[in-house]
């Protein structure tokens, strides 16, 4: 269909030339979405897009572990990944001296001020890290999230979900105050960090 120019000041629209537009108009409306979804309502139109990947195309999640041999054993990077926006401060380097003498386990080491993350750097530790401790009024200064390990047989793998990582102080439990007093909070309240 030829396009038409437009209407000088003055000039009547001829019933051809309306259906001139409404058939360009009608032109440019979208019938369907491949891979998504295409809804028309009162309020407009909506298309959802299915998040995915392109066939036959790997995509790494944040912080996947990548072993590489070396002849000191492997060195370790990771797939970048941040905490609460935050990218760990050896986000571009590598873990060296990885060997398969033993599992190996990769944290996410965060430092906070008990309120917010200020850095966070990746570690490898041979033995599995004890949980953080909830702490009294504020949440602790310092935590470690596993997310990932290589086995001895040099097979890495990542071990939260797919997705840059948040964190939020949450209250954990209350102790009792040893003594009742009227009109003060008689508990202790105490925070820690959960992702």
Request: aromatic content about 8%; hydrophobic content about 35%; some cysteine.
């Amino acid at each position: 269909m030829a396009l038409i120019g437009k209407v000088q000041r003055g000039q009547p629209i001829t019933a051809d030339m309306m259906n001139n537009i409404i058939d360009s108009i009608r032109e440019c409306q979208l019938q369907s979405v491949v891979g998504g979804v295409f809804k028309r309502g009162v309020g407009g139109t909506t298309i959802t897009v299915k998040a995915g990947r392109p066939q036959g195309e790997a995509t790494l999640c944040p912080f996947t572990p990548i072993a590489s041999a070396v002849t000191s054993g492997y060195e370790v990077t990771f797939q970048a990944g941040t905490i609460n926006g935050v990218l760990p401060s050896n986000m571009l380097g590598k873990l060296t001296n990885v060997t398969t003498s033993s599992n190996n386990y990769f944290y996410l080491k965060c430092t906070t001020d008990g309120k917010v993350i200020i850095s966070s750097v990746l570690e490898k530790d041979t033995t599995l890290r004890t949980p953080v401790q909830p702490t009294a009024d504020t949440a602790p200064t310092e935590f470690n999230i596993m997310v990932g390990y290589m086995t001895t047989a040099g097979i890495t793998e990542r071990t939260i979900s797919c997705g840059h990582l948040q964190a939020r102080i949450a209250p954990s439990l209350q102790e009792d105050a040893d003594e009742y007093v009227a009109g003060e909070r008689n508990y202790t309240q105490f925070y820690n960090w959960v992702f």
